[in-house]
Structures are given as structure tokens and as C-alpha cells.
């Protein structure tokens, strides 16, 4: 059985780094097969998708956070960690990590998340 | 980025009920194209994959269809848990763009 879960502080202040750990369990993450996203959704807000890191550590950010941004793997084979600097109100949020499924199709590859973490939520205040 | 815009954002519909839900892309993303249901408090749920492709565990009254830019997702004979938010996601690009989200109530 695979799955996805996700840890953190669930309130950060105002400018402060927030540091949040997937631990995942069920699949290997040492093949071209699987990638681990993070995604945030406001309250009352659309998903963003934040974050992508590959087998072969490869990254992916959004652009609009590009510069906050750092994924990575973590101190254990089976977690992945998210930083987002200079954390602000306007982060406050539910933060998931999911299982990405690369595929190929007519020799094109694409993707689809198809196991996800229940999902940690952050609030960020003074 | 590609735009993903979905439609409606909200409907009623009754328990036995078929429902349909638009999700359209700015750009073509061929087939590339994934449906989610999202409950308060838990995990979504991937329900189809590649536009039509249903995942596995998914009840058959789940069904997709679609390609190029405009996609559909059709829920046959509501059950009540059934009741959530549905949103898309294209899987074309690197970035995974979400469509805004359509919650399903109960009327």
C-alpha cells in the first residue's frame, strides 16, 4: 500500500522559513516511474501545484515562487522536504505531497498524481 | 502556465442523478488530462488518468472523455458519497496546472 504523509509546524511567523517533510511508504523512489509533488490550496482557493522532485533529483518549481522555493531529498531515502522562505499571511494553507506517475503514451511522456497525503495545514501569523 | 478552467463551480444535483463537469485548457495537452475528488479533512483521490482512463478501485459510474482542450467528467447515478469538490489537472507540461475546483452538493 502506498502513501504520502506530510509534517510540519502548523503555525510559522511572519518572514520565517517553513520546513515540511513527506514521508511516504510503498514504492521505491529510485526510478524514472515516480516523482514526489507538493501542492498548497488556500483557504477557500484553487490547488497550486508548488514543487516536483525526480528520481534523479532533478527539480520543478512554479515560477511564481521560484525564488522561495527548495525542494529536496531528505535525510531519509523515503522523505522529501519542502522550504519556503520569507513565509507570509498570504501562505497560510493546506500544504499535500503526492506520488507523480510518469507515463508514456505514443512516445510522449506525461504525468498524473496518483496517490496523495492527506495534507498538513499552515497557518502563518504574528 | 497553462490555464485550466473548469465549469461549473458549483451545482446541486439528487442522490440517482448524472452530473457533467467541463474542464478546459488554455493550450491542447492532447490527452494529458486527470480528474480528482477532494474531501474536507482527507486526501484526493485520483479518479481517471489520460482523459478517459479510470483508475483502479473507482467505481464504473466514474467516467471521463476528451482531447485537445476541452474535457469532461460525467458521474452516473450520484451516490451520496459522491458529494465533494472534483477538480482537473493537466499532465502535459512539468507543471501541473489545477483547474479551479467544482463542488457537487446535494439538492
Known amino acids: 500500500q502506498v502513501t504520502l504523509r506530510e509534517s510540519g509546524p502548523a503555525l510559522v511567523r511572519p518572514t520565517q522559513t517553513l520546513t515540511l517533510t513527506c514521508t511516504f511508504s510503498g514504492f521505491s523512489f529510485t526510478t524514472n516511474e515516480f516523482c514526489v509533488a507538493w501542492i498548497r490550496q488556500p483557504p477557500g482557493k484553487a490547488l497550486e501545484w508548488l514543487a516536483r522532485?525526480?528520481?534523479?533529483?532533478?527539480?520543478y518549481y512554479t515560477t511564481s515562487l521560484k525564488n522561495r522555493l527548495t525542494i529536496s531529498k531528505g535525510a531519509s531515502s523515503d522523505q522529501v522536504d519542502l522550504t519556503v522562505a520569507d513565509m507570509d499571511p498570504l501562505d497560510t494553507a493546506t500544504y499535500y505531497c503526492?506520488?507523480?506517475?510518469?507515463?508514456?503514451?505514443?512516445?510522449?511522456?506525461?504525468?498524473?498524481?496518483?496517490?496523495w497525503g492527506k495534507g498538513t495545514t499552515v497557518t502563518v501569523s504574528s | 502556465d497553462i490555464q485550466m478552467t473548469q465549469s461549473p463551480s458549483s451545482l446541486s444535483a439528487s442522490v440517482g442523478d448524472s452530473v457533467t463537469i467541463t474542464c478546459r485548457a488554455s493550450?491542447?495537452?492532447?490527452?494529458?488530462l486527470s480528474w480528482y475528488q477532494h474531501k474536507p479533512g482527507k486526501a484526493p483521490k485520483l479518479l481517471i488518468y489520460?482523459?478517459?482512463n479510470l483508475q483502479s478501485g473507482v467505481p464504473s459510474r466514474f467516467s471521463g472523455s476528451g482531447s485537445g482542450t476541452d474535457f469532461t467528467l460525467t458521474i452516473s447515478n450520484l451516490q451520496p458519497e459522491d458529494f465533494a469538490t472534483y477538480f482537473c489537472q493537466q499532465g502535459y507540461t512539468t507543471s501541473p496546472d489545477f483547474g479551479q475546483g467544482t463542488r457537487l452538493e446535494i439538492k
Open positions: 522532485i525526480d528520481w534523479d533529483d532533478d527539480k
Open positions: 489520460a482523459a478517459s
Open positions: 503526492a506520488r507523480i506517475r510518469i507515463a508514456v503514451a505514443g512516445g510522449y511522456y506525461y504525468h498524473y498524481m496518483d496517490v
Open positions: 493550450q491542447r495537452i492532447n490527452t494529458y
